[in-house]
């Protein structure tokens, strides 16, 4: 029994492991809206994280709102970690978010 238990646990070991490297080598590349978006008076700045977060300054305010973000084809919804909730759309390269219009920062 124990030598059953012993290769089992083997077996269960580097099973773990060989999936581990799996997931390790197939590393997804960012989502193409990842990134700094600036409405064009560089007033409000909102930076989309690749881990699903965001964060919003407004008028040089560093961090004025925070949450995360998911995104289903060219729509955004975002909830800030107040609760509140908002969308956004990108058309033609520009991100509409609610009633701001922002362009990616180059």
Do not use: N
């Not at 580097?14 to 999936?19: D, E, G, M, Q």
């Not at 008076?41 to 300054?57: F, M, S, V």
């Amino acid at each position: 029994m124990y030598r059953k238990t012993t290769l089992a646990l083997g077996i269960l070991m580097a099973l773990v492991v060989a999936c581990a490297d799996g997931v390790r080598g197939t590393r997804q590349p960012p989502h193409p809206y990842v990134g700094m978006w600036v409405t064009a008076d560089g007033r409000i700045r909102q930076e989309l994280l690749p881990d699903g977060r965001y964060e919003e300054a407004r008028d040089g305010r560093e961090r004025a709102y925070t949450g995360r973000y998911t995104v289903t084809g060219s729509h955004l919804e975002y909830v800030d970690d107040t609760g509140f909730t908002a969308t956004g759309d990108v058309r033609d390269g520009v991100l509409h978010h609610e009633h701001l219009v922002l362009y990616r920062e180059r």
